[in-house]
């Protein structure tokens, strides 16, 4: 009876981990170190690709947490992304995803609002094949929002997510914290993608027709160092994003979903200032 082959050891699962970044100097490095400590327990193996945004002196100083991170033996590098190639976050997601090194992708921001330790729960969805995308949720079971958020912010949080909803099943469209396939993304890049504000997550699900979306329960947390970037310009960018992918989804009934998109958004103003005031 011949001897049976020694079995074959399973082909190690591979992830990018796409972060776009500005003025993120500080939070870097654990970022990186908490990131791979997570992913070595998980038996990935990654690469971690920053995409900074030029800022003169922050961008120095990130190069520089690069470089002795490498020295330090990890897999990151950084593409510091010129005025020619683009400008706001989610064209420099579109940008990074186009240069990861692996068949399946993870976003996150820099920031630690996201944290390092979700990553291999977020990706595994997709690299087990069970989802086309998977989403680090605030709102399913086992997700929350660390810290209490003023009530203006939760009123345009809960708007915002309203909005989108008849665009997607997802709870949390908003959530920056998404992994998918390169295939998949290419999916999306052929009928054109039209990244703009924040909320690239929501473009990518509807332009590259993600039907299997995975939520995976996350714990926001606050910003740990630097200088929130959402504004209200950010707020209007996502109000004309809306625009683009009603158009995109609903061509047909395109007068009714702006007539709607506009009243909601209208009335969501209405009280935000309220508030406010």
């Given at each position: 009876m011949p001897a049976r082959s020694p079995a074959r050891s399973r082909a190690p699962r591979t992830l990018s981990v796409v972060v776009p970044c500005y003025e993120e100097a500080l939070n870097v490095k654990p970022l990186t170190t908490r990131l791979f400590k997570a992913l070595r327990a998980a038996k990935l193996e990654?690469?971690?690709?920053?995409?900074?945004?030029?800022s003169g002196q922050g961008t120095v100083d990130t190069l520089a947490a690069v470089a002795a991170l490498q020295k330090d033996g990890?897999?990151?590098?950084?593409?510091?992304?010129?005025?020619?190639?683009?400008s706001?976050?989610?064209?420099?997601?579109?940008?990074?995803?186009g240069m990861a090194r692996h068949a399946v992708v993870l976003v996150m921001d820099a920031d630690l609002q996201h944290e390092p330790e979700s990553v291999p729960a977020v990706a595994a969805p997709v690299l087990d094949g069970a989802a086309d995308f998977a989403v680090g949720s605030r709102h399913v079971g086992?997700?929350?929002?660390?810290?209490?958020?003023?009530?203006?912010?939760?009123?345009?949080s809960w708007g915002a997510?309203?909005?989108a909803r008849p665009l997607t099943a997802c709870s949390d469209p908003m959530?920056?914290?998404?992994?998918l396939r390169r295939d998949t993304f290419d999916r999306g890049a052929a009928v054109g993608?039209?990244?703009?504000?924040?909320?690239?997550?929501?473009?990518l699900m509807v332009r590259c027709g993600c039907a299997r979306v995975a939520e995976v329960p996350i714990t926001f947390r606050d910003r740990e160092a630097g200088a929130s970037k959402l504004t209200m310009k950010?707020?209007?960018?996502?109000?004309?994003?809306?625009?683009?992918?009603?158009?995109f989804a609903y061509p047909k009934t395109l007068a009714l979903a702006l007539a709607a998109l506009v009243a909601l958004a209208a009335a969501l103003v209405r009280l935000a200032l309220a508030l406010l005031s």
């Open positions: 990654a690469e971690l690709l920053l995409v900074d945004d030029d990890y897999a990151v590098r950084a593409h510091v992304r010129r005025r020619h190639e683009g706001g976050l989610s064209s420099a997601v579109v940008l990074g995803i086992g997700g929350e929002v660390d810290g209490s958020w003023p009530l203006a912010r939760r009123v345009i997510t309203a909005l959530s920056g914290f998404f992994c993608l039209n990244p703009m504000g924040y909320k690239i997550g929501l473009e950010q707020n209007m960018l996502y109000l004309r994003h809306l625009a683009h992918l009603y158009a």
